[in-house]
């Protein structure tokens, strides 16, 4: 029973230390001087202030919480939290005076709060793009399940995405304490390559890189995306459908040059909601894949970046074709039964 409560004792001095905001090594030599002998081992007072960070510290065996912390300063924090919702840990406890542990248990256990992080969208959607997104999704929708029967025969889509020379990986080892490396991001100045993708269930149909110097306009589009696929299928059996072919509303997309030259082509254009990359294959999946392949990869020219993308595209089976096609097709649903904001 003494021994008990002499470890009721000491995590009750553990926790007045460390909510008072001192170090370990500092609990451990002021335990040392006010227990004397009867000072807990430093293994156990490392091991109560893990506890205490982790929250799953107790004062004794039957106790689950920690004492009452006095309301005045739950007040104070959630005081600072109402006039500034983005504050830091540490901002917060400049703003109520009180020390940034304290602050910490405040939040968690008494206002139950938690950060919120904010959802990148590609565009602020208005009522009209919302109400044209579902309308679209709903064309597009139809298409798919007609063609979800037959493997989503007779459906091509792709898009552009830039591939940089240096593919870095975004953690490192280090030792424990290590701060974070720095990691610059892409800039127009970064050695990269413009790659084309477009593909079926049946395979990549199109990989290709743009030649330094160009851009990729509507007679670029035709001539090395739109044309090769147009020579393809009308190189196969007569097929029995239209051959849809997908793809975004960028400039290129939707010039008089594309939409004339698929007219007279054996290609039928696909609709694509406005600002929708979250329901376009090659952005929800296809392009994050392959960059996550290419990490810790570095090439001195755009072939050897060409080569390097034609083996990851190339060595995805029929399977993960299939099943990013159904992926596409489920949020197309449930976009088409949404009130047209993003996914």
Known sequence: MASEE???????????????????????????VSRGKDAPHPSTVYRFVQELEKETFAFDRRQQSRPGMDPEKIWAVEEAVEEHKSASLRMLSILSGINRRAVTIAINDYLHLKRIHSKWIPHELSNQNKSDRVRLAGEMLKILKQRAKFNYAGIITGDETWVSYQNEYDWTWGEKGSSRQEKARLTIASKKVMISVFFSVDGMLVIDA????????????????????????????????????HYDNAAPHRAKHTVDFL?????????????????????????????????????????????????????????????????????????????????
């Open 6 to 32: 002499a470890a009721r004792i000491d995590r009750w001095l553990v926790y007045h230390e460390w909510i008072n905001g001192a170090e370990t090594a500092d609990i451990i030599a002021r335990l040392e």
């Open 210 to 245: 743009l030649p330094n110097g160009q851009t990729i306009n509507s007679a670029y589009f035709v001539s090395k995306i739109l044309s090769p696929l147009d020579k393809y299928f009308k190189t196969i059996a007569k097929p029995h459908f239209p051959i849809y072919v």
């Open 263 to 343: 007219s007279r082509s054996c290609l039928t254009g696909m609709p694509h909601p406005p600002y929708s990359p979250d329901v376009a294959p090659c952005d929800f999946s296809l392009f994050g894949s392959l960059k996550q392949k290419l990490k810790g990869q570095t090439f001195h020219s755009h072939h050897d970046a060409l080569k390097a993308v034609q083996q990851v595209l190339c060595s995805l089976t029929a399977q993960d074709r299939i099943n990013i096609f159904r992926s596409w097709e489920e949020r197309l649903e449930r976009l088409s039964d949404s009130d047209g904001g993003y996914l």
